[in-house]
């Protein structure tokens, strides 16, 4: 099996080679999951791809996956993935909506289950796995219960649901393990839902604890994200119980306390890690509780943070990297810093480095952290000074001396 490196550079290669008709006169055909890659790494060269999901190319591509990108969805794109063996769909029924061809027979919106059987083949029908609704619009009153019937093993489901329809989704899709409901504000039916594992929330607002209370009524619920909700943390905490299996909490841009995480752990032993690296406190130091916390507080929590960051396509002005960077920084000025090390921290310096060059006008995170190290273990002496003393038979010998130098390139202060 392909490692991944080769994986992704050979997709792209395909797909750069497939925008420009450089297989016209071959008739091959590319199977998964090759093909879902080379279908994204070429939305994101060229907006015509019709040709391509029509199987009109040279190269036949077999998708099992469809979401709309930087390209324009027409009705025919959506009617050609039948040719295809879909597992996971992006729907945009706007598209179908002034077609009559595809209104309900009492004419009230969409006619759902019409659409899903042009656009979807009757295997892609049975184990489409997972469907996002980029627009719904006016539906029939039972378009819930249509859509289960249609898609009976899906189990990710991204939608807007009115607050009393929960309790219709969880019943009509029993094999649910991810939902993600937009602008629900009240979970009221949701315990319905048994096998769920995660649950995302997008645009939710929160009031009472009786909205929230059946949560802990689900037996499998492994995750929550609660990144796009507001009144979550202050109404959970006032709920008499606790999750049975929880583990993992994405808390997003949240504006939860450091009391209230301590009263969520200590209420749930079940958790395990707690993501607030967009959070209010995403610099605290929670380095005492018994869950992994990602955020910035802690020397170890930033060097995970950078170096899953890294392995990422980036670019200078990565939000994530420069709030690291700050966050290292004010590690730096503690007194006591629990688990630095030092080879580590001059080796993820450079990475960022090599891996974001900044403008020689620009403000330089590294230089500044840099300099903060050197003031901390090489206290009341200049930078020229530090250079010239450095043991060359340290094995960190390079480092500090890389380290040095790029501190008196971007810091002026120490130039002199």
């Known amino acids: 099996m392909p490692v991944p490196s080769l994986v992704n550079l050979s997709s792209k290669v395909v797909a750069q080679c497939l925008a420009k008709d450089r297989y ?89 289950v019409l659409v899903l059987k042009v656009c979807l083949n009757p295997d892609s029908r049975q184990y489409l796995k997972q469907l996002k609704f980029y627009y719904l619009g006016e539906l029939p009153d039972n378009w819930i219960e249509l859509l289960g019937e249609t898609l009976p ?44 594992q995660k649950l995302t929330f997008i645009k939710s607002g929160f009031k009472s604890p009786e909205q929230l209370k059946e949560l802990f009524e689900l037996p499998n619920l492994r995750a929550l994200d609660i990144s796009g909700s507001v009144g979550f943390f202050e109404n959970i905490l006032l709920c008499e119980g606790s999750f049975q299996n929880l583990k993992y909490v994405e808390c997003g841009e949240s504006h939860i306390t450091g009391t209230q995480i301590r009263t969520l752990v200590e209420r749930n032993p079940s958790l395990e890690i707690i993501h607030l690296l967009h959070a209010s406190c995403k610099f605290v130091d929670f380095s005492d509780l018994p869950v992994t916390v990602i955020n910035l507080g802690t020397f170890e929590s930033i060097m995970n943070v950078l170096r899953n960051r890294l392995d990422k396509f980036v670019l200078p002005g990565d939000e994530i990297v420069e709030n690291s960077l700050s966050g290292l920084e004010k590690v730096l000025k503690r007194r006591n810093i629990s688990g630095f090390k030092e080879y580590e921290f001059l080796k993820m310096m450079k ?8 403008e020689d006008d620009e403000e330089n995170l590294v230089a500044i952290c840099l300099h903060r190290y050197f003031k901390r273990f090489f206290p009341r002496q200049s930078m020229k000074k530090i250079i010239k003393n450095l043991d060359r038979k340290s094995p960190l010998f390079v480092k500090r001396r890389w380290a040095a130098r790029l501190v008196m390139r971007y810091l002026s202060e120490e130039s002199n």
């Not at 040279?58 to 930087?70: A, M, Q, R, V």
């Not at 189990?155 to 393990?177: A, M, W």
């Not at 990475?351 to 900044?358: A, G």
């Open 351 to 358: 990475e960022v480095t090599l891996k974001i060059s900044p």
């Open 24 to 112: 016209r006169h071959r008739n091959i055909s590319l199977g998964e999951p090759l093909s879902d890659q080379v279908f994204f790494r070429l939305t994101r060269i060229t907006r015509n791809v019709s040709h391509v999901i029509a199987k009109e190319s040279g190269l036949k591509l077999n998708l099992t996956e469809f979401h709309s990108g930087p390209f324009q969805v027409s009705p025919e794109d959506y009617e050609n993935l039948r040719l295809h063996d879909i597992r996971s769909l992006g729907l945009d029924l706007n598209k179908f909506s002034n077609d009559p061809e595809y209104r309900g027979a009492t004419k009230r919106g969409v006619d759902i």
């Open 153 to 196: 093993n899906l189990q990710n489901l991204n939608c807007r649901i009115k607050d009393e329809d929960l309790g219709r989704v969880c019943k009509s899709f029993p094999n649910l393990v991810s939902l993600t409901p937009v602008l629900v504000d009240d979970l009221t039916g949701i315990r319905h839902a048994k096998n769920l």
